[in-house]
């Protein structure tokens, strides 16, 4: 039995420390406000998004890049995962109140099977999603394999603004998404 403790803890002091990685390590992060779960970035403390790219789970590619200007919710989840089936419908919801707003939104399912993954799809969701078993896409993001899951939010310029490691209502992921939405690109443009 402290044998079991013992194991317990080193797995969450290693695991607190992974989820930290991307916020203790000098980078443009470190800057940003934290509580821990939910970390929001100013405009000038935003670092550019790793690659995003790949196979969506209903066939053909997708590269993130190819978004450019419009903000970018990015949700990863699995079939598995209670929370992320409780956060689906705030999900959908909160990307059919902004989408007219030049917001869209790129599921990612980690650790899963395709099969299950599109079978959770499946009349829930209307936005595209890539497939990831091997939770690729989330560890460039510094999103470890257990917080799932998790949503980032890309400004217009392709910068990551928020990373909310738990699931989501609507009800605090829209007021983000505006906030996000109704920022001026650095050039004044849209």
Not at 58 to 86: I, L
Not at 165 to 177: G, N, S, Y
């Amino acid at each position: 039995m402290r044998t079991r403790r013992l194991v317990a803890a080193l797995l969450a002091a290693v695991t607190a420390g992974t989820a930290l990685v991307g916020c203790s390590s000098g980078t443009e992060e470190s800057r940003c406000e934290s509580d821990g779960v939910t970390i929001t970035c100013a405009p000038d403390q935003r670092s550019k998004t790793p690659k995003v790219s790949g196979e969506l789970l209903t066939g053909g590619r997708y590269d993130v890049s190819e978004a450019r200007g419009q903000v970018v919710v990015v949700n990863f989840w699995g079939s598995w995962c209670a929370p992320c089936r409780a956060e689906v419908d705030d999900l959908e919801a909160t990307y059919q109140a902004t989408k007219a707003s030049g917001v869209t939104f790129l599921g990612i399912n980690v650790q899963d099977s395709k099969d299950k993954a599109i079978a959770f799809e499946e009349g829930r969701v209307t936005y595209p999603s890539l497939f990831d078993p091997a939770s690729r896409q989330a560890l460039n993001f510094d999103i470890p394999p257990n917080t799932t899951p998790a949503t980032v939010v890309l400004d217009r310029e392709g910068r990551v603004a928020v990373v909310i490691r738990r699931a989501v209502t609507r009800d605090e992921l829209q007021p983000v998404v505006e906030r996000v939405a109704a920022e001026k690109p650095a050039d004044g443009s849209r």
